[in-house]
Each structure stands twice: as structure tokens, then as C-alpha cells.
């Protein structure tokens, strides 16, 4: 970290802070890029990664103040060079260019092709900063293959506030400079976060935006005097500002009468008509109104309430609505048109799309993203008239979400076995669940629609056993080969945490062993989801005493971070070895950017494997687990 620092420093002081990164591969003119003019670009292939490889494209990540927009230049090639030029919009404060041939990216020995837009002056716009940070801290991970680095990312802002003591007083900036400060600084970062609020007292600070950062901080610093000052005295210079409008929505939204919530978003327009005008705020306001009468079953008004929301969002809300009502078993008439409804928008929208491009997405992202949106929603139309029993209707539906995403989700492949164990004949239906369960991506109910086809055959659970035994080994060969190839090579950070009971633990306790590490929250959905297979492989291992899972509860927000875990396990019922990372700093050295991520780390205090999100497929995480553990035990 110091030479890190070392070289950043340096760079501030002879350049105009990577006023011209050194790029082998990637020249761009003019060499301060600014705000309303055209920038032109050379990309030299033999100078990448990418080098003899055809074709080449480029995604330019122009990033503003109201969000990110891609372009997607069509480049001209003249041996190894490639050109183009594109226009910078008036708010763009960075650009990033991720060229990429086919399935790979030149991420420039990770670390990107990253370029400030300037001011007049010839210094970077402030806010290129906070981007810069933000890309290194997790925006670079997903938009372009760079690793995630907090520390990194802290270093370069807090080097850039040391040298630019002005971008102080920019409220985007500082924000992110307070969060990275606070993330790798914990223990150190209080009063150093108290003098710098204290200190800002320029005009941005005066806005409601610098009221509410301050406000936020100090709440969180639990300052609660100076908060509860600073909340009336923005209360009182901005009497219609955005606290008023969250401050109803959160009333309207924490209301538990339900004739009294129907009554305030009825007459919400009515009352605050300038806040009505905020269309995320009309949506989000119908949605709760439908959700209320849908969880009253009253379904005239539902739909009703549903028919003003865009279609979009209508459509995400069908579909949940629809999926719950399925698995209950519930209202199945009025399940089956919403269903219906978002399927048919879905695959309208997946031909002839409606709706603009997201300014973040590239054409074969959004192209992607539409086709992955009409899978979700076909999987839980085909999910209903299956319930409904109308199994050869639903089988095209399930067919098409499975195909999309190339029978790589197990979830969706289990609805296509199920219908096509009814409707297709019994070796056609046998021969395409197989072909599920060898290539790994079956659940357990894909097992039992194979076991009733083979034992329509009249052969004995015995014979269905050895038969399938032979089918799993296959696809235990190639979850392996899979795995194998996601296999990493990390010295895993050390750590040191307390337990429910007050016991420390830490890595080196635990050194000879093979630890499974996994980041969890009792706020997380597919955290709380994960955790039935979860269990299911740590008893599995309970008499392996050379194998141990460790949860470890991180970015928690409430006062009490130790009796919220307690009290949330004592609920669920679960008798997972909790770890507490009140400080949230072990979650940051790991590098972690979503919940859950689970590592498996060997016996050497080396990270083998890391595996991030829930599938919903809770037998494929327990042989993916079970699988990295042997490798990572020899």
C-alpha cells in the first residue's frame, strides 16, 4: 500500500493527475478531453491483449452526473490500428473504453482505460474524482472486468482531496470520500469525519443535498444533537425539499391501516402535486396501492390500480404477484392473466422493444436483458398452467425460458422436465432430463419427474437408483471440470473476529483446514434464501473435523449488530458458527461487492474458490460446495 501511495502521490505532483495515462495500446486527441467536444481515439491491438484477435469491438462508458451512458462507435481498421470518434456530453465528468473480442476483454493489466473530462482551466472536473474511486471500488468490477479494490480506490481519493483541498466543498465527491474513509479507516475514521463536516461550510454545503450528507453522518456517528439541528434547520430553508416528499412517502409506506394508506396515495396527487409529477414517485405509489389490494384479494381494484403504472412495471409486478399466488396455490384464475399479461408484454418487448435503451446497457446487453426478462416471465406463466394442469400449454412457454438461458439454470429446467414428463413421449422426456442431470443442472424435483418415467417401465427403485448413480457421476466429472476452471490462487486476508460467545477466532486458528467462508446479513433475500443448503452442507461435513463453515455478518446497520444475529439465527433455527464483522472491515479486505459471496479457502490460508449470489438452486450449491471442498482438501 505505501508504494501505492507513493507512485499516486508522484503522479499528482509532476502531471495534471493522469492528465495522459500511459497507455501502450490506447492514444486518444485531443489530450485534455473536455465537456461538448468530439474525441477521437486509437486503439493498437498489437500493443493489448488482444493482440491477433478478430473482431475487436468497444464499449466507451461515458459517466455523468445523472447516471452512465455507453456508446458504441463502429470502428475503422488499418492493420493493427482501430479508430473512431465519438462526441462527450455536456455532464460527463470520466470515460472508460472496454475493448473486447468476443469472450475477451483487454482490462489493461486491470487497470482499464480510464481518462478524465476537463475544465477550462485544464484541471479535471471534480467530480471525475468520486467516479475514478467508485470504479475502483466496484463500478470497474462489473461494467469492466477490473478487480475490486477498495483500498485502492480510497488511496486515490484521499490523495486527490490532499492535493485538491477544494474538492472539499464538492458534495459528490466528499460523500465518497467519506464512505471509502470510513470502510478502510474504521477505527481512525470518526474524528477525522467529525472535523471534516465541521470544516465544510462552503455554498454546496448550504444545499439541501450538503444538509443531508452531514445530517446522514452525523446520524450515523450518532451525533444525535448536531443531527436533530441540522434536520430542522433544512427543514426550515427548504420547506418543499426532497426530505418533505420522503418524509410522506415513508409515512404512507409505514401506514399499517390499509384504509387509511388507500386514502393517502388516492389523495396524494391532490395534495402534493408537485411531487406527483415525479413519475418514480407516482409508480412507486401505485405499486403499493396494487400490493394492498392484491394482499386482500380484491382484485378489481388491483388491476385497476395496476392499469396506471407503466408497462414495465406492471409487468414486474404481475409477475411476483402471479409466482406467489402459484406457489400458494391461490386465486389461480387471476394469477393466470397477470402471468399472461406480463409474458405477452415481455415477448413483445424482446422483438420490437418499446422502451429506450438503458444508457448503461450495450445493444447485446439490452438485447440480453430482454430475452432474460421474457424467460423469467414464460417460467412463471408455464409455472401456473402446470398448477392449472394445462400442461401441453405450458410446455412451449417452458421450453423457450430454459432455451434462452441455455439450460444453465436448473430452476427453469425443472419446469421444462415437469411439463415435458406430461406432454412428450416417455424416452423423448427421459432422454431430455437426462441430459439435464448429466450436464449438472437438474434439481431435486427433475430427479423425481425422471424416477416416475423410468419406474413407468416397471423397473424397481433399485434398478432407478444404480441408473441414476451412473448419470450423477457424470455429472459430478463435469461439475469438476467447470469448477476447476474457476479455480483461484489468492492469499486470503487474515482475520480475526468474535463469535455469539465472545471467543476470537481467526484464520490461523483454523489453519490445516479447508474454511468455508460466507458473508452474510439478516437483511439479505438471497442471503436468508442460500441458507436451507447451507446447512445441508455443513452437516454434511459435521464430522470432518478438518473442514469448517464460518458466517460471518457484515454490513449490517442496526445499533445492536451482536443480539440482531443472535436473535435472527434463534428465529430461523439455525446453528451456523457466526462470526461478527461489526466494523464491516474484513467483508472490504476480501474484496466483496454483493452478499452473499462465499469463499473456500485451504488448508495453506489460500482462497481456492469464491461463488457470489443464490441461484435458488439449493442441491447445485450444496454438490458445488462439496465439490470445491475436495479439490481444495488435496
Known amino acids: 500500500m505505501k508504494i501505492i501511495i507513493s507512485v499516486l502521490v508522484s503522479l499528482f505532483l509532476t502531471t495534471a493527475l493522469w492528465a495522459q495515462p500511459p497507455f501502450a495500446a490506447l492514444q486518444f486527441s485531443p489530450e485534455k478531453p473536455r465537456q461538448n467536444q468530439e474525441l477521437s481515439f486509437d486503439y493498437n491491438q498489437a500493443y493489448s491483449s488482444l493482440i491477433r484477435k478478430s473482431p475487436i469491438k468497444v464499449a466507451v462508458y461515458q459517466f455523468t452526473g ?30 472508460a473504453f472496454l475493448f473486447t473480442s468476443k469472450e475477451d476483454k483487454d482490462i489493461n493489466a486491470d487497470k ?56 472539499k466543498e464538492n458534495i459528490t465527491v466528499a460523500g465518497a470520500y467519506l464512505n471509502l474513509l470510513n470502510r478502510e479507516k474504521k477505527k481512525e475514521a470518526e474524528p477525522v469525519i467529525i472535523k471534516f463536516l465541521q470544516e465544510a461550510k462552503g455554498a454546496a454545503w448550504q444545499s439541501e443535498k450538503g444538509y443531508a450528507l452531514k445530517n446522514q453522518w452525523y446520524s450515523r456517528l450518532k451525533m444525535k444533537e448536531e443531527a436533530d439541528h441540522l434536520m430542522a434547520e433544512m427543514k426550515e430553508k427548504f420547506p418543499d425539499g426532497d426530505w418533505k416528499k420522503n418524509e410522506i412517502l415513508r409515512a404512507i409506506a409505514t401506514e399499517k391501516d390499509k384504509n387509511k394508506k388507500i386514502e393517502q ?35 378489481d381494484a388491483f388491476f385497476k390500480a395496476a392499469n396506471k403504472m407503466a408497462p414495465a412495471e406492471r409487468a414486474s409486478l ?3 404477484i402471479a409466482w406467489n399466488l402459484a406457489e400458494k396455490n391461490e386465486s ?60 401441453k400449454a405450458g410446455l412451449p412457454y417452458a421450453k423457450e425460458a430454459a432455451t434462452i438461458n441455455e439450460f444453465k439454470d436448473a430452476e427453469l429446467n425443472e419446469r421444462y422436465a415437469l411439463l415435458a414428463q406430461k406432454v412428450l413421449p416417455a424416452p423423448a422426456a427421459t432422454k431430455l432430463i437426462e441430459s439435464f442431470i448429466i450436464n449438472d443442472n437438474a434439481t431435486a424435483k427433475t430427479k423425481e419427474a425422471l424416477k416416475e418415467l423410468y419406474t413407468h417401465q416397471n423397473k424397481s427403485d433399485a434398478e432407478f437408483d444404480a441408473y441414476y448413480e451412473k448419470l450423477a457421476a457424470e455429472a459430478k466429472i463435469k461439475r469438476r471440470e467447470e469448477i476447476l476452471k474457476s479455480q483461484l490462487d489468492e492469499t486470503a486476508p487474515k482475520f480475526a473476529l468474535k463469535d455469539f460467545d465472545g471467543n476470537e477466532v481467526s484464520l490461523a486458528s483454523l489453519k490445516g483446514k479447508v474454511v468455508i467462508v460466507d458473508f452474510w446479513a439478516t437483511w439479505c433475500g438471497p442471503c436468508i434464501a442460500s441458507m436451507p443448503a447451507m446447512k445441508k452442507a455443513q452437516d454434511k461435513y459435521k464430522g470432518n473435523d478438518n473442514v469448517k463453515f464460518v458466517f460471518i455478518d457484515t454490513w449490517e446497520t442496526v445499533e445492536d449488530k451482536k443480539k440482531n444475529a443472535m436473535e435472527f439465527m434463534q428465529n430461523k433455527g439455525y446453528d451456523f458458527h457466526v462470526l461478527l464483522d461489526t466494523e464491516d472491515k474484513v467483508v472490504s479486505e476480501f474484496g466483496v461487492t454483493g452478499i452473499p459471496t462465499k469463499f473456500v479457502i485451504d488448508g495453506n490460508g489460500k482462497i481456492r474458490f469464491k461463488s457470489v449470489g443464490y441461484s435458488g438452486n439449493l442441491d447445485g450449491l450444496v454438490d458445488e460446495l462439496d465439490t470445491m471442498i475436495e479439490i481444495a482438501s488435496k
Open 66 to 95: 445523472s447516471g452512465l451512458k455507453v456508446l458504441e462507435p463502429r470502428m475503422e481498421k488499418k492493420g493493427d490500428h482501430y479508430t473512431a470518434k465519438i462526441s462527450i456530453d455536456s455532464n460527463t465528468n470520466a470515460i
Open 112 to 167: 482499464g482505460y480510464i481518462i478524465p473530462v476537463y475544465n477550462k482551466s485544464g484541471q479535471p472536473v471534480p467530480e471525475y474524482y468520486s467516479t475514478r474511486s467508485n470504479i475502483f471500488a466496484g463500478w470497474g468490477e462489473s461494467l469492466l472486468g477490473l478487480q475490486n479494490n477498495s483500498s485502492k480506490a480510497f488511496s486515490f481519493l484521499n490523495d486527490a482531496i490532499q492535493n485538491n483541498p477544494e474538492l
Open 265 to 299: 396515495i388516492e389523495n396524494f396527487a391532490k395534495d402534493y402535486p408537485a411531487f406527483a409529477k415525479d413519475k418514480n414517485v407516482t409508480s412507486y405509489l401505485q405499486t403499493l396501492l396494487a400490493n394492498g389490494y392484491a394482499a386482500d384479494k380484491n382484485w
Open 318 to 320: 404481475y409477475n411476483n
Open 332 to 391: 389461480m384464475q387471476e394469477a393466470k392473466k397477470m402471468a399472461y399479461d406480463a409474458t405477452t408484454w415481455a415477448k413483445n418487448e424482446m422483438t420490437k422493444p418499446s422502451e429506450e435503451k438503458p444508457g448503461s446497457f450495450t445493444q447485446d446487453q439490452w438485447k440480453k436483458n430482454r430475452e432474460r426478462n421474457y424467460a423469467m416471465y414464460a417460467d412463471s406463466y408455464a409455472f401456473i398452467l402446470y398448477q392449472l394442469g394445462d400442461y
